[in-house]
């Protein structure tokens, strides 16, 4: 019996590279959650079980993505839960384990999920 896939959160309000980064990883054997901005990614979570790794825009144009930081780092169930931010800053925050700087590239993006997340094949 085989398993599902591992499931990755990503925030991102930019459509375009938000397709993008869905394309790379589910052809890298991931199923993915994609949401606009922080808030939609804390509606996801309390409707779904915990994914497998959080992708993070830091600089969504409502600044939401703090708000989900920090509800990360506040809820005991989000304890273990890896968060990777996407941002052209160094960001801090209890509630990330990694930055992805930009510009990146797809080899950057998945040596970085890889450093969380194992794809099944």
């Not at 790794?53 to 509800?71: A, Q």
């Not at 169930?77 to 797809?106: G, Q, T, W």
Request: hydrophobic letters at 45%; a negative charge.
């Amino acid at each position: 019996m085989s398993r599902a896939p591992p499931t990755l959160l990503l925030v991102e309000d930019d459509r375009d590279l938000r397709d993008a980064l869905v394309e790379i990883l589910l052809a890298e054997g991931h199923t993915v959650a994609a949401t606009a901005n922080g808030d939609e990614a804390l509606a996801w979570l309390e409707a779904h079980p915990c994914p497998a790794l959080v992708l993070v825009d830091m600089w969504t144009p409502r600044k939401d993505s703090w708000r989900l930081l920090d509800t990360l780092h506040r809820e005991p169930r989000f304890a273990d839960l890896p968060v990777m931010a996407i941002s052209s800053s160094e960001e801090r925050h209890p509630a990330i384990r990694e930055v992805l700087s930009k510009p990146f590239d797809r080899e950057a993006l998945l040596a970085g999920v890889r450093r969380f997340v194992h794809p099944l094949h």
